[in-house]
């Protein structure tokens, strides 16, 4: 059955497949920033980029484009990240019934390029109806597929000055808004016994490999409440099945939505950690870093009660969710800039499955326009 394309879609599949021909992994954005800031300025935009990439060890850093708008109106952030993660070479999209998917053994990278390409395709047609919406940035990110490091790493004072961001990087139906999302913390437990011989005299070791499985035993993993989930990721020690192994290292990350349960899921590890090391005359030393901070968006905020007259006004169906990842609206937040990511209708991210459907390329375009139009 051959699928009959409105015009906005054809022109987002071309658009979307010249972007997605261009490689662009973490640390490696360089081949697609650019194109893009070339984008950005035949579009009428001042365009820099930041030294983020040097910090991070990335090749590019992140791209910040101004255009112009009428002061007395919200000044808004669009906001996407350029880097995809793995497989994606040659990606081949094609359009199955209502998706578009990837032909091949690779992910779509719609994620998150439905955001680049949306945000560039509505800059085409804003160039001339300055006077109709406010000053516009947009904020094209690197390595967020990497812990979010390329917004981490963008000074604030990029966007102190807007009302509000849209970070386009949300699954969930086009209308869906995410209004909360989880502190999150890295952990790394390094266990020391002692070494010994395993077979001539076992008993002068302490193993702690046995230390570790200990302490992961009596952690609580998984879901651990509503908004708290807790998971240990890796695990390596020993050297050789002849030495009672003297080293012993696991790591794992917490997240939660509220930042005292996060900080006793903390403790509580570091509790157990400690317990099961004095149990067997082991040593541990447990490492802790924050990630990012999670937010919480009020549901009377008034910007948020915008985008709900938006969404409903070209009949969307509103809804606000919690999120158990974090994106750059983390960092935006954080920071100060009240940031929503908005439901793009990325399906199955980061997998070989990932598609988006053709309706909800048109409709997450709709909704920015109605955003910025309002
Ligand atoms: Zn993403």
């Known amino acids: 059955m051959e699928v009959i394309l409105i015009n906005y879609q054809a022109e987002f599949i071309e658009k979307f497949k010249e972007l997605v021909s261009i490689d662009s992994y973490s640390f490696q954005e360089r081949e697609l920033a650019d194109f893009l800031k070339a984008e950005l300025v035949a579009n009428g935009l001042r365009v820099i980029e930041d030294n983020t990439g040097e910090k991070i060890g990335g090749n590019t850093g992140n791209i910040i484009a101004e255009l112009p708008g009428n002061d007395k109106l919200p000044e808004i952030v669009l906001s996407a990240h350029l880097d995809r993660v793995s497989p994606a070479d040659n990606i081949e999209p094609v359009i199955s019934g209502e998706y578009l998917i990837s032909k091949g053994e690779t992910i779509l990278a719609v994620d998150d390029l439905v955001g680049v390409v949306t945000i560039i395709l509505l800059l085409n047609s804003l160039q001339e109806n300055q006077n109709e919406h406010g000053k516009i940035k947009v904020i094209f990110t690197v390595a967020e597929e990497q812990g979010l490091q390329g917004s981490r790493y963008l000074d604030p004072k990029y966007y102190k000055e807007a009302d509000f961001a849209l970070v386009l990087d949300g699954g969930g139906d086009v209308g869906q808004i995410i209004t909360d999302s989880p502190y999150r913390a890295a952990i790394k437990a390094e266990i020391t016994g002692k070494a010994a011989h395993a077979g001539a005299e076992p008993e002068a070791g302490i193993n702690a490999i046995k230390v570790a499985s200990r302490a992961i035993n009596n952690l609580q993993l998984g879901r651990i409440d509503a908004e708290t989930t807790a998971n240990i990721a890796l695990i390596e020690g020993g050297k050789a ?79 606000t969710s919690k999120s158990g990842g974090g994106s750059d609206a983390n960092h935006f937040n954080e920071n100060g800039l009240l940031a929503f990511n908005l439901g793009c209708g990325i399906e199955a991210a980061h997998t070989k499955n990932e598609k988006i459907k053709l309706k909800n390329i048109v409709l997450i375009a709709d909704f920015v326009k109605e955003i910025i139009f309002q």
Not at 300 to 307: A, D, K, M, Q, V
């Open 241 to 319: 099945l002849n030495i009672v192994p003297e080293k012993a290292v696991f790591s794992g990350e917490v997240r939660s939505q509220n930042l005292t349960k996060l900080k006793n899921v903390l403790n509580n590890i570091e509790k157990v950690l400690n317990e099961a090391a004095t149990y067997y005359n082991g040593q541990a030393n447990l490492e802790i870093r924050r990630l990012y901070n999670g937010y919480h968006i009020e549901h009377n905020n008034e910007f948020l009660n915008n985008l709900k007259i938006s969404a409903e006004k070209i009949g969307l169906s509103f809804k």
